[in-house]
């Protein structure tokens, strides 16, 4: 069977933009958003956190790991779901887990029940990023799939810093409990939203036919400004119960491995990155207000490096751009290592770094939700950020390990930019599929 997605793929769609994909494409943005800010709204209160219960550094990378282990799982058993269940009906119960997390978070009295919490939340999150991907790519036009599906994920860096210029306002007045209640709270308030605005995957409708499943598609065609369907194809044979086996069978098994492979080192340094750098820049001398302004920084640069990524993906390859910036992250990271005095130099260089190594790392977004069918999309890229996730549980929990054992800046920094030279050759090695 030829999928609705794939029929549109082959040339349906219109270089004119419909209100539904603009909309959906929207809320994929508006979701990274929402995702950005409850994963590192943890790392802005770690500071505060770490003062208020005294905790030391291999205690906060507990926390750190926590939560993304949830993220492990939550992508590797929670997202597959959403190929059964729809992607929609995914995005909004993990939404709704994670508000709920998150405000609980902000009235718990030990370690044990954060992390629990950051776990739940994680779950959640892990979930809904691969649903949010897999949607955005099949709402997006195939002559601008890679830029937008890039574009999508600049959502997270943006709501990193909405987060962080959050918590200098909310952590003086409320502390960091009010940090993790203010977020959670909105997440909450997105759950009707997305249940009246956001439709339903293309693909997900055509392939498993629930219900009335002829309308709705019709509806979103003709929305698409596409021709009615008399009728829906025979059902497809790759359940999602299948999936997973599909994404080691020969014609997938070699994209497949490179692409966890990618994750993996990718999230080991990004992740101990982002957790950490607050937590540095606080040992380092500088205020809790500079140091929230320090992981401001980094994700401002990934911001400008999504941006560029993604514009530059609608013209040259996308692998070999993404290639180009995990050769430069290694660099930023040494430099940043051994000269980041004075301080303007140092917001400098982490807004590099992060213009390099997570603007490269979006590109995988893309990389890995077009190495699949849309029967298996979200099962692909789910796996692969829960291969991933392997690494971002690691790289904070290594992070402290090495940190709390008095290791030097330049050391830390030395061992966690040699994951990223891994990646770039991985990446490079996938290649780009013949146009």
């Known amino acids: 069977m030829v999928s609705i997605t794939d029929q549109g793929a082959a040339g349906e769609v219109s270089s004119a933009y419909s209100w539904l994909q603009l909309r959906t494409l929207f809320f994929c943005f508006l979701l990274f958003i929402v995702d950005g800010a409850d994963v590192l709204v943890v790392s802005y209160a770690a500071p505060a956190l770490s003062q208020e219960w005294s905790l030391s550094q291999d205690t906060l990378g507990l926390i750190f790991s926590a939560g993304l282990a949830g993220m492990t799982l939550g992508a590797l058993v929670l997202a597959p779901l959403s190929d059964r269940f729809g992607r929609k009906t995914l995005i909004i119960v993990a939404l709704a887990i994670v508000g709920t997390s998150m405000i609980a978070s902000g009235f718990v009295q030990s370690i044990e029940a954060l992390m629990a919490l950051r776990f739940a939340a994680g779950l959640g999150i892990g979930s809904m990023l691969a649903s949010m991907t897999a949607l955005g790519a099949e709402f997006a036009p195939p002559r601008h799939r890679e830029f937008l599906v890039t574009f999508a994920t600049g959502g997270y860096p943006v709501g990193a810093i909405l987060s962080g210029l959050a918590a200098t306002a909310v952590i003086p007045i409320w502390g960091w409990r009010g940090l993790f209640i203010g977020a959670g709270?909105?997440?909450?308030?997105?759950?009707?939203?997305?249940?009246?605005?956001?439709?339903?995957?293309?693909?997900?409708?055509?392939?498993?036919?629930?219900?009335?499943?002829?309308?709705?598609?019709?509806?979103?065609?003709?929305?698409?400004?596409?021709?009615?369907?008399?009728?829906?194809?025979?059902?497809?044979?790759?359940?999602?119960?299948?999936?997973?086996?599909?994404?080691?069978?020969?014609?997938?098994?070699?994209?497949?491995?490179?692409?966890?492979?990618?994750?993996?080192?990718?999230?080991?340094?990004l992740y101990f990155l982002t957790s950490w750098i607050p937590k540095i820049a606080v040992d380092a001398g500088l205020p809790v207000r500079q140091a929230i302004y320090a992981g401001a920084a980094f994700n401002g640069g990934a911001l400008l490096g999504i941006l560029l990524l993604g514009w530059l993906s609608a013209r040259l390859s996308l692998t070999g751009l993404i290639t180009l910036f995990f050769t430069g992250g290694p660099i930023s990271m040494l430099v940043f290592a051994y000269v980041h005095e004075p301080l303007p130099l140092l917001f400098a260089e982490l807004l590099i770094m992060g213009f390099l190594i997570q603007g490269g790392f979006s590109g995988l977004y893309a990389v890995a939700a077009r190495a699949y069918p849309t029967a298996i999309r979200t099962t692909g890229v789910g796996w692969g950020l829960g291969a991933g996730r392997f690494g971002a549980v690691f790289g904070p929990l290594l992070g402290g390990i090495v940190l709390n054992a008095g290791a030097s800046l330049q050391t830390s920094f030395l061992i966690f930019a040699v994951p990223i030279i891994i990646a770039g050759i991985l990446v490079w090695r996938i290649g780009d599929p013949e146009k």
């Open 185 to 269: 709270t909105i997440s909450l308030l997105l759950v009707p939203l997305m249940l009246a605005l956001l439709p339903e995957s293309l693909g997900f409708l055509a392939e498993r036919q629930p219900r009335h499943a002829l309308d709705r598609i019709n509806r979103m065609r003709r929305a698409m400004r596409l021709p009615a369907l008399a009728a829906l194809s025979v059902r497809h044979g790759m359940t999602a119960g299948s999936a997973v086996g599909h994404l080691l069978a020969p014609g997938f098994r070699r994209a497949t491995l490179m692409i966890w492979g990618t994750f993996f080192f990718t999230f080991m340094t």
